[in-house]
């Protein structure tokens, strides 16, 4: 075999060799091809299984919030409905521990809180000081130029046992001390009801029942002062309250107490006749003439932060013009308190209060007296520790006063606008600063213009009041 055959056969099994490794080229190509879509798959799959997982964690996340929003939602609504409580029903008294305490009868007087609170004013008017007693009727008003003590009271509040608790307020003023109010409370009686008995306030509106260390302004309403007199209307006797089953709290109050009382029951049987009108000192004769008393107490949530609170309330009993006189008194209020859910020490807040009421007194003889009148406030504390508001009053009157009605600071119209500035450096003290622009007929000339600044100082824990 000479060269070039010899190349030829050379080339001729390379090109054989290179068609036989062809086949088994494609199929190692063809097995990795293989490998990559199984590995392909399984990434599929296990990015569909991650996705699921995702989702259903998702979901999770999802009704978590949820709950965790209707939770939230639920205990702002429950926390308004307990603060709207709070304003028409004193909480029971639970005391960490006692004062003091001493064995009787087979129970134990446990004295819990005692408090003093201590009320003082200053200012000044355009008014004369004997225009200010006209104008600043009330007993804790202040009542001249100069400075005030609007009272000094020691409270003393206790519990006999797990079934009734005891209240006792001691009133110092320029006018000497007096006993204000002693009761005692039931704590467990069935079907809602709980009796109130001893000598207290009367529950009619929302200042009249309140001490005056309550009251967002520094004096008290004018209607409030013509119907219920300087000290307000308070008489001993019993109040009894059921918590009724409807489907918001809802509350009925009826009560009777004694209607001779003298400055303490002015629009009943009272040391002198409404208008002038001369009294008839006729005793108690039997059970009409005792002074009787109806409230209906209302709360809702209106928002998880904001609460309404909304009453009825109706007197009936003797006045002092002799035994066939009488007198009716009824009204209505309300009070819308919102406060968010994330305050800080109940900053901020917004108050807004009304009341308006109305007196039929019914003489023995003669024409009937109507005296009527409202007042509306607004309160907000805009930041920690301060809060603003104004209020504004009207009183009116129809049926002539012995000398002319017009004349007579307690039935003449009346109007009164009041902003007011508070400061609360700690919750044992208050600061206010109050303007009152009164105009009135029996003041000359009509208006009067008056400057108050007051202090509040308490000592010690001061028992629960319908605030």
């Known amino acids: 075999m000479d060269y070039w055959q010899l190349r030829r056969w050379h080339r001729l099994t390379g090109l054989v060799a290179a068609l036989a490794l062809v086949p088994l080229a494609a199929m190692a190509q063809s097995s990795e091809i293989d490998q990559l879509k199984r590995e392909i798959g399984a990434l ?49 008294t639970a005391p960490p521990s006692d004062l003091w305490s001493r064995p009787l009868a087979g129970g134990k007087i446990r004295l819990i809180d005692v408090a003093l609170v201590v009320l003082a004013v200053g200012g000044t008017s355009t008014a004369t000081d004997d225009e200010i007693a006209g104008l600043q009727a009330g ?68 200042i009249n029942p309140t001490h005056p260390h309550a009251w967002d302004w520094i004096d008290q309403p004018v209607i409030n002062t013509r119907l219920f007199g300087p000290d307000g209307l308070r008489a001993a006797g019993f109040r009894l309250g059921w918590l009724t089953p409807l489907p918001w709290f809802s509350e009925l109050h009826v009560g009777a107490q004694n209607a001779r009382e003298g400055e303490t029951t002015v629009s009943f049987i009272g040391e002198e006749g409404i208008g002038g009108l001369p009294a008839a000192d006729t005793g108690a004769r039997n059970l009409g003439d005792l002074l009787y008393l109806a409230r209906w107490n209302n709360a809702w949530d209106l928002t998880e932060d904001t609460a309404l609170l909304f009453a009825m309330s109706g007197l009936h009993g003797p006045n002092a013009t002799g035994p066939d006189g009488d007198t009716w008194i009824y009204g209505g209020d309300f009070k819308l308190r919102w406060r968010p859910a994330n305050n800080f020490r109940g900053w901020p807040f917004f108050l807004w209060q009304s009341e308006v009421m109305k007196r039929d007194y019914a003489p023995a ?103």
């Open 139 to 206: 007993g804790h008003d202040p009542n001249r130029r100069g400075f005030t003590l609007q009272q000094a009271e020691l409270s003393l509040t206790g519990a006999v046992d797990p079934y009734l608790t005891g209240e006792a307020h001691i009133v110092y003023t320029s006018g000497g001390v007096e006993l204000e109010e002693a009761f005692l409370t039931t704590q467990s009686l069935p079907h809602g009801l709980q009796l109130e008995a001893g000598h207290f306030f009367t529950e009619f509106g929302r």
């Open 44 to 92: 599929r799959k296990n990015d569909q299984e991650r996705q699921k997982r995702l989702d259903t964690l998702e979901r999770e996340v999802d009704r978590l919030r949820i709950e965790a929003e209707n939770a939230a939602a639920g205990a702002g609504k429950k926390a308004a409905l307990d603060r709207a409580v709070e304003e028409v029903r004193p909480p029971e």
């Open 365 to 467: 003889a003669g024409a009937i007296l109507r005296d009527w009148g409202l007042y509306t406030q607004a309160l907000y504390g805009f930041r920690h520790g301060w809060a603003g508001g104004l209020r504004w009053e009207y009183a009116g009157s129809r049926g002539q006063s012995v000398g002319g009605r017009q004349s007579e600071p307690l039935r003449d119209d009346r109007y009164r606008l009041s902003p007011l500035l508070a400061w609360y450096p700690t919750e044992y003290s208050r600061f206010r600063v109050q303007y009152n622009y009164d105009l009135a007929q029996h003041l000359e000339p009509d208006d009067a213009h008056s400057v108050w600044l007051g202090a509040e100082i308490l000592y010690g824990a001061h028992p629960a009041h319908q605030y």
